[in-house]
């Protein structure tokens, strides 16, 4: 315990308010086995301090009138290999609040305070349980909105980013090394280090642009992905988005003009959230409402990830409304699928270009479905990294990189100043250092955790 952070025992409830099953209560700190002794009464007269680390003991939650509030799992796990690095007791009670206030408040009346929120992993933090990057990973674990999501923080906390950082700091040192060595070698005309040190410093570029064009798509990964149904006027537009989502939730009607604005709808499809968007169709109107729709419907055009352009097959288009699908798939070729709807009924016209479905009678949503699925795997792909990266993580590597374009600029002179390379390089270790936090101020420290919930 010698060279641990140690605190005041905290205690917080780990799972989410709300009746169920079970509840879990979690606390840690020195001394916490006592506490905790002092609020329960186990068989056969143990001792949550006896008992053996990592087991698991069933006994009684007692108040200070020593009347039973629960009957409870302790889990007893000696530091430092807990997850704060603390002593620690993990309660597992009945999920109903007045026995989770109950059994909190008794902790209180011990001596227990109720923990900050993110405290238990800001302790496992400066126990070096965990870094500052894997820290965050276990907050975008919990908020995840997709599968896909909770791997890539999983990942993230298994270490991932974590190693990638570790070899840019490899890459710098490795450079220092270098700009110390052409001191020594400074007189001998045969050695030359620039060329060395400039190839180092582009491949370290490289690496901080990769993670940084990943970004958007990370981003992508986390909001789901935007499906907008795009197409002139009784289309069958909302018909599909209800039979894509399985209910009636837009107003279909033959009346021309029935969808007015866009209408929003999520679903869970392979691990990723979908936002379906229906909007208004496509036409020239004077009805001011009306317009105010189609304008709404452009804009979902640039906004949509995927873009289902909407055709009624059993007619061809007018010249006004082919200059809207063309217009179209000229600004948006990349993320369009044409839909020809309708098909049920005779088609006066033939096409190999898209998918053939009929919301009517249900027929083709499957095919749909697959197509959209491959332009959404087609997007998850450009995201290359295993890891997740955040606002944080992408203003500290621009200013990483920034600092590197000026080593560069160093470097790209006749005669190179080392010291100032040196120097230079030295300042931007000290910047990295910032993802892990081990030399981190209590500011950052502070900005990272306050987004954390209590419990965690
Ligand atoms: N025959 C046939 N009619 C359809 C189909 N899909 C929609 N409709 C009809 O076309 C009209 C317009 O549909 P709606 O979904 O409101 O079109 P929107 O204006 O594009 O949203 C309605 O009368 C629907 O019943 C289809 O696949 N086949
Ligand atoms: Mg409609």
Same mark, same amino acid.
Request: aromatic content about 8%; proline content about 2%; hydrophobic content about 40%.
């Given at each position: 315990?010698?060279?641990?952070?140690?605190?005041?025992?905290?205690?917080?409830?780990?799972?989410?308010?709300?009746?169920?099953?079970? +509840?879990?209560?979690?606390?840690?700190?020195?001394?916490?086995?006592?506490?905790?002794?002092?609020?329960?009464?186990? !068989? +056969?007269?143990?001792?949550?301090?006896?008992?053996?680390?990592?087991?698991?003991?069933?006994?009684?939650?007692?108040?200070?009138?020593?009347? !039973?509030?629960?009957?409870?799992?302790?889990?007893?796990?000696?530091?430092?290999?807990?997850?704060?690095?603390?002593?620690?007791?993990?309660?597992?009670?009945?999920?109903?609040?007045?026995?989770?206030?109950? $059994?909190?408040?008794?902790?209180?009346?011990?001596?227990?305070?109720?923990?900050? !929120?993110?405290?238990?992993?800001?302790?496992?933090?400066?126990?070096?349980?965990?870094?500052?990057?894997?820290?965050?990973?276990?907050?975008?674990?919990?908020?995840?909105?997709?599968?896909?999501?909770?791997?890539?923080? $999983?990942?993230?906390?298994?270490?991932?980013?974590?190693?990638?950082?570790?070899?840019?700091?490899?890459?710098?040192?490795?450079?220092?090394?270098?700009?110390? +060595?052409?001191?020594?070698?400074?007189?001998?005309?045969?050695?030359?280090?620039?060329?060395?040190?400039? *190839?180092?410093?582009?491949?370290?570029?490289?690496?901080?642009?990769?993670?940084? %064009?990943?970004?958007?798509?990370? @981003?992508? $990964?986390?909001?789901?992905?935007?499906?907008?149904?795009?197409?002139?006027?009784?289309?069958?537009?909302?018909?599909?988005?209800?039979?894509?989502?399985?209910?009636?939730?837009?107003?279909?009607?033959?009346?021309?003009?029935?969808?007015? &604005?866009?209408?929003?709808?999520? /679903?869970?499809?392979?691990?990723?959230?979908?936002?379906?968007? &229906?909007?208004?169709?496509?036409?020239?109107?004077?009805?001011?409402?009306?317009?105010?729709?189609?304008? %709404?419907?452009?804009?979902?055009? /640039?906004?949509?990830?995927? $873009?289902?352009?909407?055709?009624?097959?059993?007619?061809?288009?007018?010249?006004?409304?082919?200059?809207?699908?063309?217009? =179209? /798939?000229?600004?948006?070729?990349?993320?369009?699928?044409?839909?020809?709807?309708?098909?049920?009924?005779?088609? !006066?016209?033939?096409? =190999?270009?898209? @998918?053939?479905?009929?919301?009517?009678?249900?027929?083709?949503? &499957?095919?749909?479905?697959?197509?959209?699925?491959?332009?959404?795997?087609?997007?998850?792909? %450009?995201?290359?990294?295993?890891?997740?990266?955040?606002?944080?993580?992408?203003?500290?590597?621009?200013?990483?990189?920034?600092?590197?374009?000026?080593?560069?600029?160093?470097?790209?002179?006749?005669? /190179?100043?080392?010291?100032?390379?040196?120097?230079?390089?030295?300042?931007?270790?000290?910047?990295?250092?910032?993802?892990?936090?081990?030399?981190?101020?209590?500011?950052?420290?502070?900005?990272?955790?306050?987004?954390?919930?209590?419990? *965690?």
């Amino acid at each position: 315990m010698n060279n641990l952070y140690s605190c005041s025992i905290i205690v917080a409830q780990c799972t989410p308010n709300g009746q169920g099953a079970l +509840a879990l209560v979690r606390l840690t700190g020195d001394r916490v086995f006592e506490l905790v002794d002092n609020m329960c009464v186990l !068989p +056969a007269k143990k001792k949550i301090t006896n008992l053996p680390t990592h087991s698991v003991q069933y006994g009684t939650v007692v108040d200070i009138n020593n009347e !039973p509030i629960d009957h409870v799992l302790f889990f007893k796990m000696d530091a430092p290999h807990t997850f704060t690095g603390l002593d620690t007791v993990e309660i597992t009670c009945h999920n109903n609040i007045f026995i989770v206030n109950a $059994l909190i408040e008794n902790a209180i009346n011990h001596g227990a305070r109720i923990a900050e !929120p993110g405290e238990f992993t800001k302790l496992a933090f400066l126990n070096k349980k965990i870094d500052l990057v894997q820290a965050e990973s276990i907050d975008e674990l919990i908020h995840a909105t997709s599968l896909a999501h909770a791997k890539s923080a $999983l990942k993230q906390l298994e270490g991932s980013f974590s190693a990638s950082i570790d070899n840019l700091e490899q890459q710098l040192l490795h450079l220092l090394t270098l700009c110390a +060595a052409s001191f020594e070698f400074i007189e001998e005309e045969n050695i030359d280090f620039t060329q060395t040190i400039q *190839k180092q410093l582009s491949s370290i570029i490289e690496d901080i642009a990769r993670i940084e %064009k990943n970004f958007d798509a990370q @981003i992508q $990964l986390k909001e789901g992905f935007k499906i907008a149904f795009i197409g002139c006027v009784n289309a069958g537009k909302s018909s599909l988005f209800n039979a894509m989502l399985e209910k009636k939730r837009a107003i279909v009607n033959e009346k021309a003009g029935t969808t007015r &604005d866009t209408i929003e709808a999520t /679903i869970s499809k392979n691990g990723y959230y979908w936002t379906l968007i &229906d909007t208004a169709g496509l036409r020239t109107t004077h009805d001011v409402i009306e317009q105010e729709g189609i304008s %709404k419907s452009l804009e979902q055009a /640039i906004l949509a990830d995927v $873009l289902l352009l909407v055709y009624d097959s059993s007619r061809v288009l007018s010249t006004e409304e082919e200059m809207f699908y063309n217009k =179209l /798939i000229e600004t948006h070729e990349a993320k369009i699928i044409k839909v020809y709807n309708k098909n049920d009924q005779e088609i !006066p016209f033939s096409y =190999l270009d898209g @998918i053939g479905c009929s919301a009517l009678y249900n027929k083709g949503i &499957d095919e749909l479905t697959t197509a959209i699925n491959k332009k959404i795997n087609a997007l998850t792909q %450009k995201n290359e990294l295993p890891f997740l990266v955040n606002k944080r993580h992408i203003l500290l590597l621009q200013t990483v990189k920034a600092k590197i374009a000026d080593v560069v600029l160093l470097c790209n002179k006749e005669k /190179i100043a080392y010291e100032l390379v040196s120097c230079q390089l030295h300042d931007i270790l000290v910047q990295l250092s910032e993802f892990s936090g081990n030399t981190i101020n209590e500011k950052i420290m502070d900005r990272v955790f306050e987004t954390f919930c209590v419990g *965690k």
